[in-house]
């Protein structure tokens, strides 16, 4: 049973934009805080940004200023708006639901040319 699709990665130089979507059940995403997660090469898992149901947002020092998290619960979507990309945002970027963590999605792959 896939629960989390994550779409919206690609290529894109320094300075650059993309959105990043992730659709999740109705179940898994009603009544929970949702957050971005993304895993460079070699290096650990690490969070990047969540929201509250009610739009209470928090963000990791490295993407604060540049990148905007967003859902729409009508159909049970959050969003990553990412812009000014540096290289060190090159990942592989995975939402989920940090209460009462699921299995891991596909992610999409983001990553940045300089």
């Known amino acids: 049973q896939v629960q989390l699709v994550e779409t919206g990665g690609g290529l894109v130089q320094a300075g650059g934009s993309l959105r990043l979507r992730c659709a999740a059940s109705?179940?898994?995403?009603?009544?929970?805080?949702m957050g971005w997660y993304r895993q460079a090469p070699g290096k650990q898992r690490e969070w990047v940004a969540d929201?509250?149901?009610?739009?209470?947002?928090n963000y990791a020092d490295s993407v604060k200023g540049r990148f905007t998290i967003s859902r729409d619960n009508a159909k049970s979507t959050v969003y990553l708006q990412m812009n000014d990309l540096k290289p060190e945002d090159t990942a592989v970027y995975y939402c989920?639901?940090?209460?009462?963590?699921?299995?891991w999605g596909q992610g999409t792959q983001v990553t940045v040319s300089s």
């Open positions: 989920n639901r940090p209460a009462r963590f699921l299995s």
């Open positions: 109705r179940t898994i995403f009603s009544g929970n805080v």
């Open positions: 929201i509250s149901l009610g739009g209470s947002t």
